[in-house]
C-alpha cells in the first residue's frame, strides 16, 4: 500500500492531471512568527525580520457544517499579508490542548462516525483519523483548502499538527472510540498526508513529527517518497528527550534535509530552561509544548542557541518564533536585526530549494 500510494502521488494531482511545476515565489525559507489562533498585528509581527507569519486556523471555523466552508478568515488574513509583502504559513489546527477543549466540528462527533473524537490526556478532545469515514471527511476538507489557497502565492507553506495521539490507549482502551494500533494510526497519518499533498501540489506541505516513537522512521520514509516535508512543535536546545540518539524526533531531521522542506517552532515553553516541575513532566512522557510555563520559575535560554539548533543540527529552512511571551519575541527581533543575518533572506537558516519541494 505504501509503494502504491507514492507512486500515485506523484504522479497526479488531485483531478488526476499532471501537477504543473511549483512557481519559484513560493519559497521563501526563513524566520516566520508564530501566532498560534491570535489575531497579526502588523506593527509587532509584520516587521523586517520576519518573512511572514505561521497561524493556526481551527477545523470548526473553517468547516462549520459537513461540506460548507467558510475560509473568510484566511482571505482577510492574506489581504493584510498581501499588502505588507508577506507570506502566509498556514497550520490546519484538529487537535487541541486544553481540558474541554476541541477543534473538530460538531457534525464529526455523530454516532455515524464512531463518535469521531477521542479524549487526550491534556483533556482537550482530538479527532480519530483512524476511523475511515473520519478520515474521509479530514480529506475532504484539505481538499477543500486546497482548490482555494494552492494557487495563491502568498500561501507559503500547509502544516499538519503534532503526530502525538497524546493519550494511552494501549493502558486505557477508550469506550465509543475504535480500537486504537500502532499500524493502524500509522496508515491513517500517510492517508492524510496523501490527501493534503494532492490537494497542495505547488505548495510546501509540513507534517509536525514527535510522537509515537516506535512509528516514526516508517513515517518519515514515506514522507520522503511523497514530498511531504517535516518539522515538531519545538525547537528546543537543552537537554530533553528529542535528543535520544534511538528514540527522538531530532535524529531523523538530517536524513530529510535537501530532500524535503523543514520548518519548526520554537513555541512558548521553548523559551525557558525546564524547571524541575517540566523536567518531571517531560519524563513522564508528556509533549514539550503541552507543559504550562510559569515565566517566574525558569530561566529565558539565549536566542542563538535555538538558531544554532536550527542550523547544525535540525538543517531547518523555515523557524517559526512564538510572539508570547512577548519579552521574549522581542529578544528574537533584537537577535534577528544583527547585520549578519539581516543581510541574508533567509536569516542564516538552509535557502536551498529541497528536490521534493513541490510535486513535480
Known amino acids: 500500500m505504501q509503494h502504491l500510494l507514492a507512486a500515485t502521488l506523484l504522479c497526479l494531482c488531485a483531478d488526476g492531471v499532471a501537477a504543473?511545476?511549483?512557481?519559484?515565489a513560493k519559497w521563501h525559507p526563513g524566520h516566520y512568527v508564530f501566532l498560534n489562533l491570535a489575531d497579526i498585528n502588523p506593527k509587532e509581527h509584520l516587521t523586517a525580520q520576519f518573512r511572514g507569519v505561521q497561524k493556526c486556523y481551527g477545523w470548526p471555523a473553517l468547516e462549520p457544517e459537513e461540506g460548507r466552508y467558510d475560509f473568510s478568515a484566511i482571505k482577510a488574513d492574506l489581504a493584510l499579508l498581501k499588502k505588507h509583502?508577506?507570506?502566509l504559513v498556514l497550520q490546519v489546527q484538529y487537535k487541541a490542548f486544553g481540558k474541554g477543549q476541541r477543534l473538530v466540528p460538531a457534525y464529526i462527533q455523530?454516532?455515524?462516525y464512531g463518535g469521531?473524537?477521542?479524549r487526550a490526556s491534556s483533556g482537550s478532545f482530538d479527532p480519530v483519523p483512524w476511523n475511515r469515514k473520519v478520515g474521509e471527511r479530514m480529506d475532504a476538507f484539505f481538499a477543500a483548502l486546497g482548490r482555494e489557497f494552492d494557487a495563491d502565492p502568498?500561501?507559503?507553506?500547509v502544516v499538519l499538527p503534532e503526530t502525538a495521539p497524546s493519550a494511552n490507549f494501549g493502558k486505557a482502551p477508550q469506550a465509543g472510540v475504535e480500537r486504537y494500533t500502532e499500524a493502524g494510526y500509522l496508515e491513517a497519518l500517510k492517508q492524510r498526508l496523501t490527501a493534503m499533498r494532492r490537494a497542495f501540489p505547488r505548495t510546501?506541505?509540513?507534517q509536525y513529527v514527535n510522537y509515537p516513537a516506535g512509528l516514526l522512521p516508517e513515517l518519515t520514509d514515506y514522507m520522503k517518497s511523497v514530498g511531504v516535508g517535516m518539522g515538531g512543535p519545538d525547537v528546543?536546545?537543552?537537554p530533553h528527550q528529542y535528543f535520544d540518539p534511538e528514540k527522538g524526533a531530532y535524529r531523523l531531521y538530517p536524513k530529510m534535509s535537501g530532500v524535503v522542506p523543514l520548518g519548526a517552532a520554537v513555541q512558548s515553553p521553548d523559551y525557558f530552561v525546564a524547571s524541575k516541575q517540566r523536567t518531571a513532566a517531560f519524563d513522564s512522557g508528556k509533549e514539550l509544548g503541552s507543559v504550562q510555563v510559569n515565566p517566574e520559575d525558569e530561566k529565558p535560554i539565549p536566542v542563538g542557541e535555538h538558531l544554532a539548533l536550527a542550523q547544525e543540527k535540525l538543517k531547518l529552512n523555515y523557524l517559526f518564533w512564538s510572539a508570547h511571551p512577548r519579552p521574549c519575541f522581542e529578544n528574537v527581533k533584537t537577535f534577528l536585526a544583527k547585520p549578519e543575518l539581516a543581510r541574508d533572506p533567509a536569516g542564516g537558516l538552509d535557502a536551498r530549494l529541497p528536490?521534493?519541494?513541490f510535486l513535480k
Open 20 to 24: 504543473p511545476a511549483a512557481p519559484s
Open 85 to 87: 509583502g508577506k507570506q
Open 110 to 112: 455523530g454516532p455515524q
Open 116 to 118: 469521531g473524537v477521542y
Open 154 to 157: 502568498n500561501v507559503e507553506a
Open 204 to 206: 510546501v506541505v509540513i
Open 236 to 238: 528546543y536546545p537543552r
Open 355 to 357: 528536490a521534493k519541494a
